[in-house]
């Protein structure tokens, strides 16, 4: 299944700064993706757009979303006690930092997991604390793209492992992420470069 590349001005994730002045027009990128999208996170201006509305698996950048729910309904020092949903391979394989069912860890450590990782088993983690069940939390995954105005969206899990109906476009995947990059809580996670993360069983590293 073909995957997503989109491209953001991350530059205003760092400070806010005027509009950049360019003397000659700048190359556009050289996207290898079926699709990719530039845009200003501040004003939202689109930079530059390839197959922005063809529906394609936005894979791992689901977590984008994912945390974005995880952080606006979540209490970063709860505890979420880890349940045997880890032990169903059809949910949880690929990238991983190998949860084990009782296993306790707070939101923030999952969400370093899930946006520094990329740990799908802590993704699903996050889903069923917030949702109370993985249906429940696709649900509000795909509400809250509406909200958003991601209107040809559709997620199927929490995680981004390949599903037929899992979609999106670059245009609504640039779209979730300004939003999230434009919240502080989010943009302090995505920035951070390494981060232990406590466990019963040893303190396990978390690198981007």
Do not use: W
Not at 18 to 31: K, R
Not at 143 to 170: C, D
């Amino acid at each position: 299944m073909k995957v997503i590349t989109t491209i953001f001005l991350s530059l205003y994730l760092l400070c806010t700064v005027s509009p950049p002045v360019y003397a000659q027009p700048a190359a556009p990128p050289d996207i290898r993706g079926e699709g990719g999208y530039l845009l200003d996170v501040q004003s939202g201006q689109t930079l530059f757009q390839k197959n922005s509305d063809e529906l394609l698996a936005p894979a791992s950048t689901t977590k984008i979303m994912t945390g974005l729910l995880a952080i606006e309904n979540g209490h970063f020092d709860d505890k979420v006690t880890i349940s045997s949903t880890m032990l169903n391979s059809k949910l949880v394989y690929g990238t991983q930092i190998y949860l084990e069912p009782g296993e306790k860890l707070t939101v923030k450590d999952l969400l370093y997991a899930t946006l520094l990782n990329s740990a799908n088993d802590a993704a699903v983690a996050l889903a069923e604390y917030v949702g109370k069940d993985i249906d429940a939390f696709v649900a509000l995954m795909n509400q809250r793209a509406l909200e958003i105005g991601a209107t040809k969206t559709h997620f199927v899990n929490p995680s981004g492992l390949t599903e037929k109906e899992h979609l999106t476009t670059a245009h609504d995947l640039a779209l979730i992420a300004r939003v999230a990059y434009r919240n502080p809580v989010f943009a302090e996670f995505v920035r951070t470069k390494s981060q232990p993360i406590s466990r019963s069983k040893a303190d396990v590293p978390v690198l981007m």
